[in-house]
T-cell receptor, first 112, second 114 residues
């Protein structure tokens, strides 16, 4: 029974490139959440999605960031034109309709 | 808006000693409260949660936490710490119908001395 799967685990990009982070929720989970953890800080909520719908994106930066959770396939967090300040660990979590969030091991983005 | 404060950034305890990690929250309604543990380079694992009912909550790995509404606190405790407990601990408050929208505190890094 696989948990929440995130890939890549590590991603290096140069300033101005695009970063795509993928998240496959646990089997049977239809809710996905993305969090960002800056160095030496706690996790900050970014976006909450259900299949084909964005439920809450109050934590998403207004520009360059987008997220989707299509009917088929993983959820994608996309960061366009990355800057050094985007360097962080990005965590995905999933849940059933209600209840506990299960977290993936994170994707660590480094922007050179 | 909800917020969570973990006043202690670092704590060091000796193996076998007792542990208490502090957490204070701000939330307008009855909170959903959580403690998570994060080992280096890993994701978060849920230790315990409070939704309602008994204010003393038992979790995994011998941890417990007590919800005190009057103090807006949800402190994590363990009577005897093991070296494997060294990690970062996050308190969180949840909003939404099922408390699934989490706001995390800044974390407390626990170090365990032999």
């Amino acid at each position: 029974n696989a948990g929440v799967m995130q890939n890549p685990r590590h991603l290096v990009r140069r300033r101005g490139q695009e970063a795509r982070l993928r998240c496959s929720p646990m089997k049977g989970h239809s809710h996905v959440y993305w969090y960002r953890q800056l160095p030496e800080e706690g996790l900050k909520f970014m976006v909450y999605l259900q299949k084909e719908n964005i439920i809450d994106e109050s934590g998403m930066p207004k520009e360059r960031f987008s997220a989707e959770f299509p009917k088929e396939g993983p959820s994608i967090l996309r960061i366009q034109q990355v800057v050094r300040g985007d360097s962080a660990a990005y965590f995905c979590a999933s849940s059933e309709t209600t209840g506990e969030l299960f977290f993936g091991e994170g994707s660590r983005l480094t922007v050179l | 808006a909800q917020s969570v404060t973990q006043p202690d950034i670092h704590i060091t305890v000796s193996e076998g000693a007792s542990l208490e990690l502090r957490c204070n929250y701000s939330y307008g309604a009855t909170p959903y409260l959580f403690w998570y543990v994060q080992s280096p380079g890993q994701g978060l694992q849920l230790l315990l949660k409070y939704f309602s009912g008994d204010t003393l909550v038992q979790g995994i790995k011998g941890f417990e936490a007590e919800f005190k509404r009057s103090q807006s606190s949800f402190n994590l405790r363990k009577p005897s710490v093991h070296w494997s407990d060294a990690a970062e601990y996050f308190c969180a408050v949840g909003r939404g119908n099922a408390g699934n929208m989490l706001t995390f505190g800044g974390g407390t890094r626990l170090m365990v001395k032999p």
